[in-house]
């Protein structure tokens, strides 16, 4: 294995955008197989939660927000 093969640690933002590719469904094939190359998971798990979470929270305030502006 040479230096050019040997897999990088992605960023902080590769992981941010992996993550929002994935759940939206746009992730391309070049940056699902640098992520699987990667080796460590849990950054990816975390993002995923954190991800899930926050947009659960958006979701609920958007209804909400809607929900009161209406009346009911």
């Known amino acids: 294995m040479t230096d050019d093969d040997k897999p990088t640690k992605p960023g902080f933002w590769?992981?941010?955008l992996s993550t929002m590719g994935a759940a939206f469904?746009?992730?391309s094939s070049k940056t699902h197989e640098r992520d699987f190359k990667q080796g460590?998971?849990?950054p990816y798990i975390a993002a995923g939660i954190i991800f899930t979470?926050?947009?659960v929270i958006v979701v609920a305030t958007v209804v909400s927000t809607v929900l009161s502006e209406s009346g009911v």
Do not use: M, R
């Open 40 to 42: 460590s998971i849990y």
């Open 14 to 16: 590769q992981i941010v």
């Open 53 to 55: 979470v926050l947009f």
């Open 25 to 27: 469904g746009v992730q």
